[in-house]
């Protein structure tokens, strides 16, 4: 099993719909969780982190976690093309990043 | 706050090369990670060090891999007698311990071993 799994996408999305991302973690010690967008021959920007159970919203995007369940998430509301990207889920645990492979996701005008 | 950088952007080498790659963090950042990425796969964690000490390396990482970041600003990483599995974007990141884990990436250097 992989530490961390993501929709293996892609996820295609008509522009101003909403993009939902999902994320699954297998280490329970796991501490804070990361949203990162990576365009293509790009490197990882982070979006957003959260570290507590619940909702976070900036701007378009919310995160949401729920440590119960060892689920995240990621909602893009009002999808632009520009958000064409791969979503990658990162969970940290002392200090250390793990990944998951990443949703592609694709927003069609 | 000119972001984490990274050089060179791109390498081309031969298998058996030695190459080093260099990473200079934010500025007020003391703790550096490595990372490693393949197409298709999200990054691999593979070192990090907190100031000067390398604290945590993968398994992953075989003995020809090396770290350093001897004044705790820059690091570099050195990969010897390069194998074709070594291609892939190697990536450093930045964080300020003890109050933000989070990591702030670097453009990447892109290598290809022939």
């Known amino acids: 099993q992989k530490e961390v799994e993501q929709n293996s996408g892609p996820l295609s999305v008509p522009e101003g719909a909403i993009a939902s991302l999902n994320c699954t973690y297998s280490?329970?010690?796991?501490?804070?969780f990361f949203w990162y967008r990576q365009y293509s021959g790009k490197s990882p920007e982070l979006i957003m982190f959260?570290?507590?159970?619940g909702d976070k919203e900036d701007g378009r995007f919310t995160a949401q976690l729920n440590k119960a369940s060892q689920y995240v998430s990621l909602l893009i509301r009002d999808s632009q093309p520009s958000d064409s990207a791969t979503y990658l889920c990162?969970?940290?645990?002392?200090?250390?990043?793990?990944f998951g492979a990443g949703t592609t996701v694709t927003v069609r005008a | 706050d000119t972001g984490v950088s990274q050089d060179p952007r791109h390498k081309i080498t031969k298998r058996g090369q030695n190459v080093t790659f260099r990473c200079d963090p934010i500025?007020?950042?003391?703790?550096l990670y490595w990372y490693r990425q393949t197409l298709g796969q999200g990054p691999e964690f593979l070192t990090y060090?907190?100031?000067?000490?390398?604290?945590?390396k993968s398994r992953l990482l075989s003995d020809r891999f090396s770290a350093e970041r001897p004044k705790g600003s820059f690091s570099t990483l050195e990969i010897q007698r390069t194998e074709q599995g070594d291609s892939a974007m190697y990536l450093c990141?930045?964080?300020?311990?003890?109050?933000?884990?989070?990591?702030?990436f670097g453009p990447g250097t892109r290598l290809l071993v022939l």
């Open positions: 280490d329970r010690g796991s501490q804070s």
């Open positions: 990141a930045s964080s300020q311990s003890p109050n933000q884990e989070t990591q702030y």
């Open positions: 959260i570290y507590s159970n």
């Open positions: 990162a969970v940290s645990r002392d200090y250390k990043l793990s």
């Open positions: 060090f907190q100031n000067e000490a390398q604290l945590e």
């Open positions: 500025s007020e950042h003391n703790r």
